[in-house]
């Protein structure tokens, strides 16, 4: 693929200074390790390349950078104020019940007690009732069985967010 038939929201952000793409990366998974491979490999020909890269990157963390990655996400059912992206991830826990939101608030503190971090779950498209059955199901892991779901999630979130970071309208 010629550098013309790069996608234009990808064309940008191929040539965007070296810290405000940096910066960008870290809104998309709030990880100094994760963005920096992302950076390393610019420019990308297509969005499944950076997205492929987004993936190899996040394969390669390390405990402590899936933990610094984690602390970039607010908990289901309290979206940052302020935050377009998190409230829009977590739009099905807008309209559900306050019962539903009490209990939600319940399990992700007893989720935070047991494995040291935030609930994270690829919540877009997902209702109210779906990630609390999420959570339910989760809570009984291992930390082990848990960090490698969390690894997945997050790769989900983080291939949701670059295509956005990439598109043509951004």
């Known amino acids: 693929m010629t550098s013309t038939d790069t996608p234009p929201g990808l ?8 810290h405000t793409a940096r910066a960008a990366l870290y809104e998309v998974c709030a990880c100094a390790a994760w963005a920096g491979q992302l950076l390393a490999h610019r420019p990308y020909a297509t969005v ?12 390669a963390l390390t405990a402590e950078d899936l933990a610094e990655a984690m602390a ?18 977590q739009r099905g826990m807008a309209g559900a019940a306050a019962a539903l939101k009490a209990e939600m608030l ?6 935070q007690n047991r494995f040291g971090h935030v ?5 877009t498209g997902k ?44």
Do not use: W
């Open 11 to 18: 064309a940008r952000f191929n040539v965007l200074a070296e």
């Open 106 to 111: 319940q399990l992700n503190l007893a989720y």
């Open 48 to 59: 499944d390349d950076l997205c492929a890269a987004g993936d190899a990157a996040l394969a």
């Open 127 to 170: 209702t109210a009732e779906q990630m609390r059955d999420a959570v339910k199901e989760r809570i009984g892991n291992t930390p082990e069985q848990e960090r490698e779901i969390v690894r997945t999630e997050l790769g989900k979130i983080n291939r949701i967010r670059l295509a956005r970071l990439v598109e043509e309208d951004a």
């Open 119 to 123: 609930f994270l779950i690829c919540a």
């Open 72 to 89: 970039g996400h607010p908990p289901i059912g309290r979206p940052t104020p302020g935050d377009a992206t998190s409230a829009r991830e």
